[in-house]
């Protein structure tokens, strides 16, 4: 494996280096950020492997093609700046377009599968790399069947974010699978860590993963998320009911432990109604909880973010009444400290 961790620099219009040379022709990639960038992070591991996703996250699961061979990872950091994210994602995919890849797919947030795609493909870990649950694009490529890539864009209000992931190998896995709500994509590969040692069996990857309970500070900080299931609201109303719930008590007891911690709520509903009036209530909804948390458990307003899905991501079908139940729903998710 190897490993490359460099400190915060400033590289003013530099080359992304994505590819090294492999048996036979040089298959090196070269793209310029036309911005000033700092490269955060780099990792270089071969063999590994790498779930990419080639389709939206619906039905509950994302369609992945599953690749081996050399996998390079790189995060770009935009410092302060104000552009937006097809701003920062437009001329990096015209670069890839030109160096003869092939789209495979591409999406804008929503259009991707929102908050479950976030959490079903590979994202390299904050403060690193940061993704705004409402505003991302992804794109994944092939050159041949040995070079693939999936770049993500993101933003904060001050810096933009460029994730790119290319995998080259000798052969490339044909199998298709599906990742499942609470299972990723390939694991980053902590820096200096050992490849891990032989698997058993395979699992069959059409079955959901088995989840295990887990409190939820450790489903915050393994996971990224975990659902305030004992909130309640009157049917159609934001109004969160009055007193305290013991999901409320943990998650301020997590963010009291550590003041650079920020979670943003992400309200969620059924599909009863129009998409624009329960993006609005599903917003209010995640607004109420967050307004508890600063009012009655003294949570600084600048640890919480509210957002509203509305019923682009459900847990459950919602053909049914015990479905759409469950698909109404606040999460909190982490972000990132800065």
Partial sequence: ????????????????????????????????????????????????????????????????????????RQVFRIPGQALTTLQIFAPIREQIIA?????IFECHAASCGGFDFRFATEVLPAPDMYVDLTDFRFLSAARNEQDHLGLLVSASSNAGFVQMIRVTSTVAAEALRVVRPGETGAATPPVGAEPPAAAGPARNSSQPMPQVALSLADSLTQRGHVILSDLSFQT???????????????????????????????????????????????????????????????????????EGMGYLSPIAPNTTSAGREANRRVEAVLLNTE
């Fill in 1 to 72: 494996m190897k490993t490359v961790r460099p400190s915060h620099r400033s590289f003013a219009g530099m080359a992304l280096i994505l590819g090294l040379v492999l048996a036979g022709p040089a298959t090196s990639l070269e793209l310029t950020l036309p911005f000033s960038s700092q490269l955060t992070t780099r990792v270089v591991t071969a063999p590994d492997s790498h779930a990419l996703a080639i389709g939206p996250f619906a039905e509950g699961a994302l369609p992945v093609m599953e690749l081996e061979g050399q996998v390079e």
């Fill in 99 to 103: 160096a003869g890849y092939e789209t």
């Fill in 236 to 306: 159609g109303s934001s109004q969160l009911a009055p007193g305290g719930t013991a999901s409320l008590e943990s998650l301020a007891a997590f963010l009291r432990a550590d003041p650079t911690r920020r979670v943003a709520l992400v309200g969620h509903t059924d599909t009863v109604g129009a998409l624009s009036g329960n993006i609005a209530l599903s917003r209010q909804r995640a607004s109420a909880v967050r307004d508890r948390l600063v009012q009655d458990y003294g949570i600084p307003a600048g640890q919480l973010e509210a």
